[in-house]
C-alpha cells in the first residue's frame, strides 16, 4: 500500500512564529487532506488539496502531486494552533484513506 | 457543512462485556461509513469500511467476528466491540464522505476503556 511521511514528528514554536510542515507519499493520489486533531480528539478538515494551493486565513497548503508532496504552511502562530497535524491521502488506484503518523505541534505563549 | 456524529463520546465497561457505538451523518446521507482506531500518540489506523445495505469490508487483521458493523440506514452505522478486553481500549472515530465526495467528514471519536 501507499506510504505516508510526515516531517518534522514533534514541533515547539513561539507564539508569532511561522512553520512549515511536510508530508511526503509514495504514489499516485487523487485525494490528500490535512487534518487538525485537537486535544480532545476531535479531527477537523484543514484542506483538500490532491494538487495546487490553496490558503484560509494563517494557513496555506500546497500539494506537488508530481512530485508526491505536500506543505501546510501556519503563519504567526497562536497557541490554539497546538495539536497534531495528520496528512491523508487516497491513492488513484485505492478507495482507502491512509493517514501519516502526524506532526505533534506546540505552541507556547 | 456535512457533520458527522458519534454516540457514546466516552464509555467505561468491564472485561467480557460488549459495546456498541453508533455514527450517524447529520443532514446528509452516507452510502458509506469508515471506522478508524486510534492509540494514544499514534496515527489513525482504517479497521473497516461499511456499506449501508451490504456486508462491511474489514482491513485485514482486524477481526469481523469481534467488531460487528452494521450500516442499516444511509445516515446510521454501528461499530459493536464484543467481548471487549483491556487491549480494545481505544479512540474509535468514524467518518463519512461529504457531499462532493471530495473528502472525509469525520465524527468526534468514542472513548473506550475496558477494565
Known amino acids: 500500500g501507499i506510504q505516508v511521511e510526515q516531517s518534522p514528528p514533534d514541533l515547539i514554536l513561539q507564539e508569532g512564529a511561522n512553520s512549515t510542515l511536510r508530508c511526503n507519499f509514495s504514489?499516485?493520489?487523487?485525494?490528500l487532506q490535512w487534518f487538525h486533531q485537537n486535544p480532545w480528539g476531535q479531527l477537523i478538515n484543514l484542506f483538500y488539496?490532491?494538487?495546487g494551493t490553496k490558503q484560509n486565513g494563517r494557513l496555506s497548503a500546497t500539494t506537488v502531486a508530481t512530485e508526491r508532496y505536500s506543505l501546510l504552511y501556519i503563519s504567526s502562530s497562536q497557541t490554539t494552533d497546538s495539536g497534531v497535524y495528520f496528512c491523508?491521502?487516497?491513492?488513484?488506484?485505492?478507495?482507502?484513506?491512509?493517514f501519516g503518523e502526524g506532526t505533534q505541534l506546540t505552541v507556547n505563549p | 457543512g456535512a457533520v458527522v456524529s458519534q454516540h457514546p463520546s466516552w464509555v467505561i465497561c468491564k472485561s467480557g462485556t460488549s459495546v456498541k457505538i453508533e455514527c450517524r451523518s447529520l443532514?446528509?446521507?452516507?452510502?458509506?461509513m469508515f471506522w478508524y482506531r486510534q492509540f494514544p500518540k499514534q496515527s489513525l489506523m482504517l479497521m473497516a469500511t461499511?456499506?449501508?445495505?451490504?456486508?462491511?469490508?474489514?482491513e485485514q487483521g482486524v477481526e469481523k467476528d469481534k467488531f460487528l458493523i452494521n450500516h442499516a440506514s444511509l445516515t446510521l452505522s454501528t461499530l459493536t466491540v464484543t467481548s471487549a478486553h483491556p487491549e480494545d481500549s481505544s479512540f474509535y472515530i468514524c467518518?463519512?464522505?461529504?457531499?462532493?465526495?471530495?473528502?472525509?467528514?469525520f465524527g468526534p471519536g468514542t472513548r473506550l476503556l475496558v477494565l
Open positions: 467518518s463519512a464522505r461529504d457531499l462532493t465526495g471530495q473528502g472525509g467528514v
Open positions: 504514489d499516485s493520489v487523487n485525494n
Open positions: 488539496i490532491p494538487s
Open positions: 491523508a491521502v487516497k491513492e488513484t488506484s485505492g478507495s482507502r484513506l491512509t
Open positions: 443532514d446528509f446521507q452516507a452510502t458509506t
Open positions: 461499511s456499506n449501508e445495505g451490504s456486508k462491511a469490508t474489514y
